[in-house]
């Protein structure tokens, strides 16, 4: 199954619960819409050009409609079943639907909660937000572990030796430390999101330039990621015992790992990510053995998000019990 799959399954199943296989499919829908936006980004980059009536753009806009479709009636249907006095799920669907109930006027208008738009919008986000970010972490973290089997060696050894070959449990899990030192130095050399922006809302000083409101900042964490100044001259080479003591002791300055941003607007989902990527490494390094196919070709790419250019093609060889 590629790490897409997974990870979008296990959102779906999160975000909607027991209308897991409706979510799946705006979940098939949004990974078509994903490879149709970015074949239009990396091809024109002319202002207005996503309105356009191309075929392409023409198809987005169907998508959108399908997902939102298919979404209000997922929603009006949970919204039913909660009036009619079935408890909310334990699911993101439950928990924004209840969060808005809550807080209604005389026409059940929300007040303080969300709107219904606003509950799909943000349906939307987790999806967009969660699934496409793991995948590609787990994507070079099995590349990065063909390309150094000796640490694929030693988190296996972990893996057996808190798990064996049985289910994992969620205590086990928080005392990973290689799996977590090795998915932290892959988020390091390969952070998903290469960059996210910051916009001024005051006069601002920063490095002696004042800068007035409503200037835009790109927070390159690719480059800091990079930076021989901020982590050493081995900074391009795979090396998780840089982690070994934890995130501030990894480099000179301890906020120069962010791959999930800082400040207020953190990412919101970096513990589930991270757990959900410890659980499926762990489950994978159980089973497998893995190694690179001969086509595999380095190439990283950064549109929109920091993939493998021609994919990743990976041989798995079963581990007798
Ligand atoms: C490896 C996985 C992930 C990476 C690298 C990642 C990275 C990021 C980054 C860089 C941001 C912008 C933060 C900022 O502006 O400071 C963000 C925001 C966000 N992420 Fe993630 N993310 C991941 C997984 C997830 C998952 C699994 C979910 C949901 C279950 C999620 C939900 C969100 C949401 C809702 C926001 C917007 C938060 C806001 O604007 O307040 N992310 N993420």
């Known amino acids: 199954m590629p790490p897409r799959c997974l990870t979008g399954d296990v959102i779906s199943q999160t975000a909607f619960g027991s209308s897991y296989l409706e979510g799946r499919r705006i979940f098939q829908l949004q990974t078509e819409q994903i490879g149709r936006f970015m ?19 023409r198809r987005m806009h169907q998508i959108n409609n399908e997902i939102e479709s298919i979404l209000r009636g997922i929603i009006a249907k949970r919204m039913q079943a909660i009036q009619e006095g079935e ?3 334990d699911d993101l669907l439950g928990l924004l639907l209840e969060s808005n109930m809550t807080d209604t006027d005389e026409n059940g208008q929300s007040t303080l909660g969300m709107s219904a738009d606003e509950v799909m919008e943000e349906c939307k986000l987790f999806y ?5 970010t793991t995948s590609i972490l787990l994507t070079w973290t099995m590349i990065v572990l063909s390309m150094h089997p000796e640490w694929q060696d030693r988190a296996r050894e972990e893996v057996l030796g808190l798990f064996g070959k049985h289910k994992l449990g969620y205590e086990g899990v928080n005392r990973l430390k290689i799996v977590t030192m090795i998915l932290y130095e892959v988020l390091r050399l390969y ?11 005051k006069k601002i000083e920063i490095g002696g330039i004042t800068y007035p409101a409503g200037v835009m900042f ?3 964490v690719l480059y800091i990621h990079h930076d021989t100044d901020i982590w050493g001259e081995d900074v391009h080479q795979f090396n998780p015992d840089r982690f070994a003591e934890g995130i501030s002791k990894a480099s000179k300055d301890p906020g120069a790992f962010f791959p999930f941003g800082w400040g207020p607007r953190i990412c919101i989902g970096q513990n589930f990510a991270l757990l959900e990527a410890k659980m499926a490494l762990c489950m994978i390094l159980q089973r497998f053995e ?7 070709t380095h190439t990283p790419h950064s549109v929109m998000m920091l ?11 079963t581990i007798s019990s």
Do not use: C
């Open 218 to 220: 790109e927070m390159p």
């Open 128 to 132: 967009f937000a969660g699934m496409e």
């Open 307 to 317: 993939r493998p250019m021609h994919g990743a093609p990976i041989r798995l060889h």
């Open 39 to 57: 074949a239009a980004v990396s091809k024109i980059m002319i202002p207005g050009y996503m309105s356009f009536p191309t075929k392409n753009n």
């Open 290 to 296: 893995f190694e690179l196919a001969p086509s595999y």
């Open 191 to 201: 952070p998903p999101a290469t960059a996210f922006t910051r916009k001024t809302y």
């Open 87 to 89: 408890s909310t799920k």
